[in-house]
């Protein structure tokens, strides 16, 4: 066994997951944020606007339970971990800053996929039909993975006070809603509401769900998905380098 | 003996407060190495330095043959860590965080539960292990993160002040266990304030002071060091004249004190073979002899104390 190896840091990072899911996730606060809140906002404009249609609501409801569970937990870890000193554990055990990233944002991707399926099924059973479902599937995947790395990266800021990274997280998280065409359908956009959406990659993954539902789409199919993948590789290598280097700040 | 821990040159600065001044020295294989030194002294920041925690500003740290900056997931594989508080998970029983330690070290998970159970049970917490850590004292918490830093049956463990604020039956528990996980050849890291367990458990101490290491060596030899004048309590079955004590070869002074004569020496040995020539000579039986040497506690005080910089 080569401690330092891939596969090796791969299993430990496994291991941080699953303490991340026992000791984070599946605790009210939690709950609360990553699954009601979607759904009253979702309610909010199902009920205020009536000429949008069931359907593409439905798929931002989606989007944001995706957007909202992956970055539920994940910025706060690192300060939470911090403050009780187990951080400092994990500093000392043989295991790299990127497995520990890599770790927590297994625990988020498993549980935004998770519950997203509880989204998924309620669209279902509202009577809407998918269409497409394997690229559904591959799009909450990776969505999955790029909303965990966004997560991780408002973790960066090496303090200790989560309230200090939840504050931070929701000043950027609930603008991105905005901006994604959650709400406001992306072709009724003014050209600056469209220069930001291109820019979140929530609004690629709304476009994919929608096209899954619905079969309309804004953008190309595989452009969202390049879009998509794009924006999870650079939000993953950016935060686990930023990691790297705020972690011994955090001691 | 080869150098298990070897620190060359180590530097730490905050802002413009240097924790950790070019400090050098090694730890052999088989050793229980005290670091001692007064709060703010730097033992955490070089304990951290040489656990990989946070990084040296310059200089090298190579834990057993890994250099902790360029190989540090091989280093730290090769060590324990307990720290001073206890930062075990609290959400997760005694169970889960052994078996966190174990996959965390590569163990497979048969092996993992096998040494977890033989060292809950040596810790005496084995009927407790399914019971959430939030719930345990802080005696019993402090023997868990031992039992956690020894999972994959460590060739070194970092200990800092592993003993502070704990009962008594907690602290001979752990420095028992200390002893008989040197006995088998575990080099141990010891930081701590208490003299009397530095004393009695570590072959060498380091004391640090400002930053920079003021004195490395057994502890015997550091009481000892501190004093170029060494007293001697001799007592003997009948009278005998303090000048002709005073007169003997390595005495420069005898005072009576009570039943027993204090001997000044300027060298212990010659003053105690002096004293045994001239009990033979004059047929004056020994009744008691004991040098009186400064306690670890007055050498750290003098070590750390003089020439404040």
Redesign the interface.
Known sequence: ?N??GFF??V??A???A??DI??YYFKGPVLIFGVFMPVFLFLAFFMGSRQLPLSFLISGLVGMTLFFTATAVSPAIFPWEGQ???L?????????IEAIVFGDMIASILFGIGITFVTVSIGLALGLSLIHGIILLAAIFLAACCFSAIGMLLAVPPTNVPSNIMMLSSLIKFPMVFISGIFIPLEQMPPWGLALAVCSPLTYFTDLVRYSFTNTHYFPVEIDIAALAVFTVAFTVVTMFLHKRTM?QR? | MSAVIHASDLTKVFGKSTAVDHISFDVQKGEIFGFLGPNGAGKTTTTRMLTGVIPADTGTVIILGHDIRSAPVLAKQGFGVVPETSNAYTDLTAWQNLMLMGELYGLPRARAERRSSDLLGMVGLLERKDQKVQAYSKGMKQRLILAMALIHEPALLFLDEPTSGLDVQSTQMILSLLRDLNTQGTTIFLTTHNMEEANRLCHRVGIIRGGKMVAIDAPEKLKTAIDQVHKIEVSFDHEVSGDTLAGLSGVTAAIRIGDKWQITAENRDTAIRSLVTFSQQNSAEIVTLNTLAPSLDEAFLRLTQEKKP
């Open positions: 066994m401690p330092a090796e840091q299993r430990r496994w291991a941080i699953k303490k026992r000791i009780a000193k187990t400092e554990r994990l500093a000392s055990c043989p295991i790299t011994p001691m």
